[in-house]
């Protein structure tokens, strides 16, 4: 992660926030426009947590791993604390890589 | 403040998580204090640790953020008028403040609401997140904790509330397909972009009130 890619990616995030206050007058967001950039941003996250979940990259990532995101999405589901499902999720992976699943 | 102990939670895993796939300590905090985004940080950081390209990251991470554009346009009379308070209140624009200050309806109320919110959290999410840092380096090997378990959990766990929504939960669910299907053929971090295209099944039925934009800090 460059430090570069950093300062862009929060220059370009600060424009997208000062723009709303700036326009708000001028301007108003159709609300189909809105709701597909609210959506937008739930398919990225999702295709992230599938990619980063199944695969290492390049293939299937191993079942230990998609154990332990199964296991933290269900103490998700269930309204557990975030912390919980982060170490319920590493704890499950790192688990089943000691008992020799991979 | 349940909001803000949470943001400090998240922030620590956000922290000790980058510092997992390898990234310096000071570099989570800078990308904290920066972007004040949890969800893109999360976002850049586990498409670059996926051996993806940072122009893909930030790409992404651009996208994920649009969404505090008509955050803007609907609170953005509550900052205050002079340039500083729109510039710092503009850094403070998250889920969590623009719900606080929408939720009020006097407009002093609403104001107070959305810098008390952005302020704290802003503390709290990056005090979470260099304590996370800190002691992430002190976790070793991230294979064999299962901290890339932990990734994609955590941010299964902020896009779940936004999955409710059938609509959107098929653009998802359609674009995780097309992640996963292109995978194997395309460099780390493209699949992640390209399933944008499953924004095709995005059809909204009926026209029903969201009461909440978006749940990803």
Partial sequence: MPVTAVLILGAGTFLIRFAGPLLRNRFTLPDKVRDVISASATVLLLALVAVSALTNGKQFGGWALAAGVLVGGLAAWRKLPFVAVIVLAAATTAGLRFLGVS | MAVALGA????????????????????????????????????????????????????????????????????????????????????????????????????????AAYWACGVSLFVTWNVGVLIGALAGQALGDPMTFGLDAAFPAAMLALTLPALKDAATRNAALTGAVIALATTPFLPAGMPVLLALAGLVAFRTTTKKEEPCPSPQS
């Fill in chain 2, 8 to 111: 400090s939670v998240t922030g620590a895993s956000f922290g000790a998580i980058s510092v997992g796939s390898g990234l310096p300590w000071w570099m989570p905090v800078l990308m904290s204090v920066v972007i004040f985004a949890g969800g893109s940080q999360f976002m850049a950081v586990g498409i670059v640790a996926a051996g993806g390209s940072p122009a893909a990251a930030v790409l992404a991470g651009l996208v994920l953020n649009a969404r505090h554009l008509p955050f803007g346009l609907a609170v953005g009379h509550v900052l205050g008028n002079g340039w500083l308070a729109r510039v710092v209140g503009s850094h403070l624009m998250i889920d969590e403040s623009t719900a606080f200050a929408m939720s009020q309806r006097d407009p002093a109320r609403a104001r």
